[in-house]
C-alpha cells in the first residue's frame, strides 16, 4: 500500500568500460561508457557524460574527456570525477527531485583483480555511493544480481556482500 514511500534501490555496475545504473523497482537503466568531458581547470565544468562526453569536449577549446575508472592498478582513479559521474547517472534515471528519498544503491564493481580489491577500493566505492546521495550503500563482489536477487535481499554464496 504505502511502496511509493519507499526508497529507490539502485544498482550501480563499475567498469572501465562501462557504468551501468539500474532503478531495481521500475527495471529503468542507463548503461554508457563511463567518460565525463570537463573545461580545463581552474573552473573544470562538467560539458557532458556518458556516450556524449566526447562529443561535449570538441565544443570547448581545452576540455578533457576522463574516465574516472580507467587506471591499471584501481578501478577508482579519480575519486572526484567517478562521484560527478554517477551522480549524473543517477540524476539521469531518477530525475533530480529535491522530494524524492534517498535511494539505497548496490555498488557492484566488476573485474577480478589480482588480490581481490583493497579495504581502500572498498571504502571509495562505499563513499562514490554516499557522495550521491545514498541513505544506504552495500558493496557486493561477484556475479551479476539480478533484481529479484536484490529486492529479496538473497545474495548468491558464491559471491561477498559488505554493508
Same mark, same amino acid.
Given at each position: ?11 550501480? =555496475? +563499475? /567498469? ?10 521500475s527495471? *529503468? ?8 568531458? &570537463?573545461?580545463a !581547470?581552474?573552473? @573544470?565544468k562538467?560539458? %557532458?557524460?556518458? $556516450?556524449?562526453?566526447r /562529443?561535449?569536449?570538441? /565544443? =570547448? ?8 575508472f580507467?587506471h ?9 570525477? %567517478? =562521484? @560527478? ?12 527531485s529535491?522530494? $524524492?528519498?534517498?535511494?539505497? &544503491? +548496490? +555498488? ?15 571504502? $571509495?566505492?562505499? *563513499? ?5 546521495g !545514498?541513505?544506504?550503500?552495500? #558493496?557486493?563482489y561477484?556475479? +551479476?544480481?539480478?533484481?529479484q *536477487?536484490? #529486492?529479496?535481499? =538473497?545474495?548468491?554464496s ?6
Amino acid at each position: 500500500m504505502f511502496d511509493f514511500i519507499k526508497p529507490t534501490i539502485l544498482y550501480v =555496475q +563499475i /567498469s572501465p568500460e562501462q557504468l551501468s545504473v539500474r532503478d531495481v523497482k521500475s527495471g *529503468e537503466s542507463i548503461s554508457e561508457v563511463p567518460e565525463l568531458a &570537463i573545461t580545463a !581547470a581552474p573552473d @573544470q565544468k562538467i560539458l %557532458g557524460v556518458g $556516450a556524449a562526453a566526447r /562529443s561535449a569536449a570538441t /565544443s =570547448q577549446i581545452g576540455a578533457l574527456v576522463v574516465n574516472p575508472f580507467a587506471h591499471p592498478r584501481s578501478l577508482v582513479s579519480d575519486f572526484t570525477a %567517478g =562521484q @560527478q559521474l554517477i551522480k549524473a547517472f543517477v540524476s539521469r534515471l531518477v530525475g533530480g527531485s529535491r522530494l $524524492a528519498m534517498s535511494p539505497t &544503491i +548496490i +555498488i557492484h564493481p566488476l573485474g577480478n583483480p589480482e588480490g581481490g580489491f583493497t579495504q581502500v577500493e572498498g571504502r $571509495a566505492f562505499r *563513499e562514490l555511493g554516499m557522495g550521491v546521495g !545514498a541513505a544506504k550503500v552495500t #558493496l557486493w563482489y561477484g556475479d +551479476i544480481l539480478t533484481d529479484q *536477487e536484490i #529486492l529479496s535481499h =538473497q545474495f548468491p554464496s558464491h559471491g561477498r556482500i559488505i554493508e
